[in-house]
């Protein structure tokens, strides 16, 4: 079966904590995607990644940070510096370049609680 | 001003009724307009896109985009249970980077 996967579910952290969010897709897309979704906010893009080895910052980038070694793999690292880390996230992945439309695929999300 | 609004809801329906989701922009730079269903805890689910401006027609669904207004609809004909859901819409200028509205809860109702 063609899809992403995120893991895990659920997942809790103590307060000054980093932690890493995975995100895996075998659809062959090129770019990855993470999106914060909070109560009444909609989604809002964290990072993005086009091509291997190069990311850029979405609209709430700050306390955060990704990597993106291989084409499959797109992981969030949620640092202490996130001052409202609690919510949930949801990676994404779509074709790109392409001239038309590219949809983005979208993971079961992981929900993060800080305690 | 946010650059997308959407009505957050929620919106409760019997079944059978025809619902009207609606968002508005600023952009006027958006070509791709889009609208996502999620489900509880569930990750965002294409629902359908549109090109520039006009309608499409899926089934009991229908998209309408007008740029002149800065207005986009997603109608739902013939409701059902299973349509009870989360509806997003989102709009970009190239596909790849998407605004997202709040998100508008509908609950159909047997």
């Not at chain 1, 904590?17 to 009444?40: F, I, K």
């Not at chain 2, 307009?33 to 805890?41: A, G, I, T």
Request: charge should be neutral; hydrophobic fraction near 30%.
């Amino acid at each position: 079966d063609g899809g992403i996967t995120q893991s895990p579910k659920y997942l809790f952290r103590k307060e000054g904590q980093n932690v890493t969010l995975s995100c895996e897709q075998n659809l062959n897309h090129d770019a990855m995607y993470w999106y914060r979704q909070d109560p009444g906010q909609g989604l809002r893009l964290i990072y993005y990644s086009q091509i291997v080895n190069d990311f850029q910052k979405g609209d709430i980038a700050e306390g955060y940070s990704v990597s993106r070694e291989k084409k499959e793999s797109f992981p969030l690292t949620v640092t202490s510096a996130q001052k409202n880390p609690t919510a949930f996230y949801l990676c994404a992945s779509s074709r790109f370049g392409t001239g038309g439309f590219n949809e983005q695929f979208f993971g079961p999300g992981t929900r993060l609680t800080v305690l | 001003q946010k650059e997308v609004e959407q009505d957050p809801g929620p919106l409760s329906v019997p079944e059978g009724a025809i619902v009207s989701l609606n968002c508005t922009y600023s952009n006027s730079a958006f070509q791709y307009f889009m609208w996502y269903r999620q489900y509880s805890r569930k990750g965002p689910e294409l629902l359908m896109y549109t090109y520039s401006s006009g309608n499409k027609e899926d089934g009991r669904f229908t998209a309408q985009v007008d740029k002149s207004s800065k207005y986009i609809s997603l109608f739902i004909r013939d409701s059902q249970p299973s349509d009870s859901a989360t509806y997003l819409c989102a709009m970009s200028e190239d596909t790849d980077k998407l605004i997202f509205g709040t998100g508008t809860r509908l609950q159909v109702f047997p």
